[in-house]
């Protein structure tokens, strides 16, 4: 089975600051990454993926992560943060069927004013 | 309005009782998920169905059960053999030739 560790349970930062959320999975064979956002009570909303190609993904609100294979990480990135980006985060591992889905126990982003 | 629903929002029950969670959605989508949230412990999956009258097991399934009569719905029972049922429940699908899936808003059960 795959797991999937995201290092940092919360982060602060500064409004109109840089933010890294990272992430790390296990595994030596082919998988699909990807980014979630979450806000209180509420669903999981995608933010970005990697299938293939280029190693930067460009996401939804202004992220972007960054695949790297052989330090088997997809770090998520914003290079200026704003007030409404205060949520939940989750990296998420796919096998290659769809089917088995794991994510990473979250981050919590919060933006100070 | 496509989407996917899960209702209702929030759902009390007494220990003992078994609790029906629906999840509807108009997507067209195969495959359906349900998964439990706890705080600190990110999503786990309980049960996956792909077609109609087809599920598998997750990696939590004990005390919890599933039919999938039609595309568009897969409720998820929680029985009284669930030690531990309240939680954040959330419901998602997948076309099958895509690998993203998408979430429903979410039902909070508490049970007393």
């Known amino acids: 089975a795959q797991s999937v560790t995201q290092l940092d349970s919360q982060v602060p930062v500064f409004e109109e600051a840089p933010v890294e959320l990272r992430c790390n999975y296990s595994?030596?064979?082919?998988?699909?990454l990807f980014w979630y956002v979450q806000y209180p009570n509420q669903g999981l909303q995608l933010l970005l993926k990697?299938?293939?190609?280029?190693?930067l993904v460009k996401g939804i609100n202004g992220f972007e992560a960054e695949f790297n294979k052989s330090q088997t990480s997809f770090h998520l990135r914003k290079p200026s943060v704003h007030i409404s980006d205060t949520a939940e985060y989750f990296c998420a591992v796919s096998d290659t069927t769809g089917n088995q889905f794991y994510f990473g126990t979250g981050t919590s982003l919060t933006v100070i004013p | 309005d496509g989407g996917i629903t899960q209702s209702p929002k929030y759902l009390f029950r007494k220990e003992g009782q078994n609790v029906t969670l629906s999840c509807e959605q108009n997507l067209n989508h195969d495959a359906m998920y349900w998964y439990r949230q706890d705080p600190g412990q990110g999503l786990r999956l309980i049960y996956y169905?792909?077609?109609?009258?087809?599920?598998q097991k997750g990696d939590i399934a004990e005390g919890y059960s599933v039919s999938r009569e039609k595309k568009e719905s897969f409720p998820l029972t929680v029985t009284s053999a669930q030690k531990n049922p309240t939680a954040f429940y959330l419901c998602a699908t997948r076309p099958l030739n895509t690998y993203e899936q998408y979430f429903g808003p979410g039902t909070r059960l508490t049970v007393t």
């Open positions: 595994s030596s064979v082919s998988v699909y």
């Open positions: 169905s792909q077609i109609v009258n087809d599920f």
């Open positions: 990697y299938l293939s190609g280029s190693t």
